[in-house]
């Protein structure tokens, strides 16, 4: 019995463009692969080779051939015109004509369309980067990522150590691009191991492991609703929260008060919305009425039952936390999730 064989069909220009934008908009790999019917598999392979960032979009040089253009020299060809004469129907030089048909196989084999795809492949120039050219600074790169320091910190580092010498500046998206995009050859695939995501691609900045859309928060309030006092870090008391998810069904709440940066975690047994409003109320009497003012939680399906809870004014839900002062279920914005890193990559290393 004859194995039935397989193609792999992969994406048009449209699904592409449609598909990263998908993705830097911040929807997950299966909800991607739910809107074009395939598995999850095959679009992280589409995104892999750029390491999850979107390559720039690719503009045709105007002094290049075009498609219609190619058609006509093979047309030419085949009505056995000189390449003087192709070249003059065309308004190009000689030497453009003949070039073009000598670097496809001659008279004798040129086709158009792979004429076309060949010179689309060819005219990629991919610039090198810095790390590529400076090898004193790319080593020391590599050394601070293997303590486990974030490109982040790396970038603000050499800024600060060498303030006066432009030769050992580097942005922390060069480093990023440079772990992500292994075509480079710049810095090895094992350092992205010592990144605090250890994600194999980039991720949106606009993505969050809640990012899936089914089963979205009822009656969820709008971070916009947030005061103007919170925003701008001027009065202690406002805080945001994130129920972070780990391994063996692990869960632990993590608070981060917005003025002082000042960190609490709980850790509860499950993730249903009673037993994390209990444990961010132990939370909340450990400090003074005037540190809780209010609460900004990432929308996470933890806090689904928000609205009841925040009615609710019999017991222990009498707290400012969630029952009186404005408590806001809201998209956390970074500041939380950056501290949750750095939590997590210092108790990998304890």
Not at 6 to 13: D, E, K, L, S
Not at 206 to 221: E, M, S
Not at 255 to 276: C, D, F, G, I, W
Request: proline residues 5%.
């Amino acid at each position: 019995m004859a194995m039935r064989k397989y193609h792999r069909v992969g994406f048009t220009a449209a699904q592409s463009a449609e598909l990263w934008e998908r993705w830097k908009k911040g929807e997950g790999l299966k909800s991607i692969g739910r809107a074009f019917g395939k598995p999850s598999s095959c679009i992280f392979a589409h995104l892999r080779p750029s390491g999850g960032i979107m390559p720039p979009a690719r503009r045709r040089s105007r002094l290049a051939l075009t498609m219609a253009e190619r058609e006509e020299i093979s047309r030419g060809i085949v009505e056995g015109q000189s390449v003087r004469a192709i070249a003059r129907m065309l308004a190009r030089a000689a030497s453009t004509v003949s070039r073009e048909i000598s670097r496809n196989g001659g008279a004798g084999r040129y086709r158009a369309a792979a004429a076309d795809k060949l010179a689309w492949k060819q005219a990629l120039r991919p610039k090198p980067c810095k790390l590529a050219m400076h090898g004193q600074l790319r080593q020391t790169v590599v050394r601070k990522l293997e303590l486990n320091w974030s490109p982040e910190q790396i970038a603000g580092w050499l800024k600060r150590a060498y303030p006066e010498t432009e030769a050992w500046r580097v942005s922390h998206e060069t480093i990023y691009r440079s772990l992500y995009v292994q075509a480079r050859g710049v810095l090895k695939k094992e350092l992205m191991e010592h990144l605090r995501s250890r994600r194999p691609i980039r991720r949106s900045r606009h993505a969050t492991a809640k990012a899936d859309q089914r089963g979205r928060i009822p009656d969820a309030v709008s971070i916009s609703a947030r005061p103007a006092s919170v925003e701008d870090r001027a009065v202690p008391g406002h805080w945001e929260g994130d129920l972070l998810c780990g391994s063996k069904n692990s869960y632990i709440v993590t608070l981060v008060e917005r003025h002082s940066r000042y960190v609490m975690l709980a850790k509860v047994p499950n993730r249903e919305t009673q037993t994390v409003v209990d444990a961010l109320i132990r939370q909340a009497r450990k400090l003074p009425d005037e540190l809780y003012r209010s609460l900004t939680w990432d929308r996470g399906k933890e806090l689904a039952d928000h609205k009841p809870a925040r009615n609710d004014r019999q017991g222990a839900f009498i707290l400012d936390l969630l029952a009186r002062l404005p408590a806001v279920i809201g998209l956390v914005g970074g500041n939380g999730e950056w501290r949750l890193r750095v939590l997590i990559s210092w108790l990998r290393n304890c």
